[in-house]
DNA sequence: TGTTTAGTTCGGTATTTCCCGAACCAATCA
DNA sequence: TGATTGGTTCGGGAAATACCGAACTAAACA
């Protein structure tokens, strides 16, 4: 990483970590996802995402598209400029949250389906655990109902 | 898979899948962990998983080992029986919540920075988007303290 | 004491992931 | 109209991952 100062070549890398597990992300992705967070609200060329990350350009094209598909990152243009500026997508963190809320809405789903087959496959197992399991269920759905709330504060607000 | 009904191996799939990414397991870890899940109170021997995974003893012995390490899964033994019977941990749904809370004071942590960063270095990028930063941020202490009170309930719970 | 049982360890290989360079293209510029 | 700019596409290769077979070991059995 070149084109940076210390702080954000660090932290870049941080994100990026996280960002591969979290989002799913290539390594490369989830640096252009960091760089884009960290970025000034004018965004970045695709040439300084170049010097900034000193990959490829096909990389960096290929990874920054598929970033665009999944509207993590969004661009705009000046005009009489045919370059295009990249930012990361203006809501970005509501974005975050209501993939929170598909997962949590997958992973209760799921726990619906594990309780229902040890309630009637492993009938002794379940006097012992399912009420474990009954707590784990009410979590999920008390998260879910968190994170609507939260989405609908976020909608009220103006950027 | 073989031995094994229908339904059941389905869903050790199912939740293969899903503990691939959610405890960043290789595909036999987190399918052995989904047996296990389903199983019934008396666990399975070495063996038995052989027969379910179809896979080699190596595999199933190296992923068992790692499954063991990390404490989702524990074995028992009956006297004059020189076998080992692996179950899933009896407390894999608190000790699924304590990773939880571990991941969100890390995204704690994280999201802190990007804050702080952008509030020093992005200042009109941070006048639009650090409300919602800041939402978010809440909603991460909120989810912080719920799962604390799960586990609190969950440890209350005799087994 | 030789054999079976219940696994473990090690070296290798198939597969997948991730990234690169080179060639290419479409729009603009000179 | 030929060169430059701003990318895209494609084939390939290095590296990491996931799994396997074969040889091994330690305890127990016969």
């Known amino acids: 990483m070149s084109c940076c ?14 960002f591969e597990q979290v989002h799913q992300l290539a390594p490369l992705a989830a640096r252009i996802y960091a760089i884009m967070i960290l970025s000034p609200k004018d965004g970045h060329t695709f040439d300084e995402i170049l010097s900034i990350t000193s990959a490829s350009k096909s990389s960096v094209s290929t990874h920054l598209n598929h970033l665009l598909q999944l509207k993590k990152v969004e661009y705009f243009t000046k005009p009489g400029d045919r370059k295009r500026y990249f930012r990361a997508s203006t809501y970005y963190l509501k974005n975050t949250l209501e993939e929170y809320h598909v997962n949590i809405s997958d992973e209760i789903k799921l726990i619906d389906k594990i309780i229902n087959f040890n309630k009637t496959n492993n009938t002794q197992k379940f006097q012992n655990t399912g009420q474990i399991a009954l707590l784990f269920r009410e979590y999920l759905e ?16 103006e950027i």
Chains 1, 2 share one sequence.
């Open 5 to 18: 100062s210390e702080e954000k070549s660090k932290l870049i890398e941080e994100i990026g970590v996280r």
């Open 142 to 157: 008390s998260q879910k109902v968190n994170i609507e709330n939260v989405i609908n504060k976020m909608s009220k607000i």
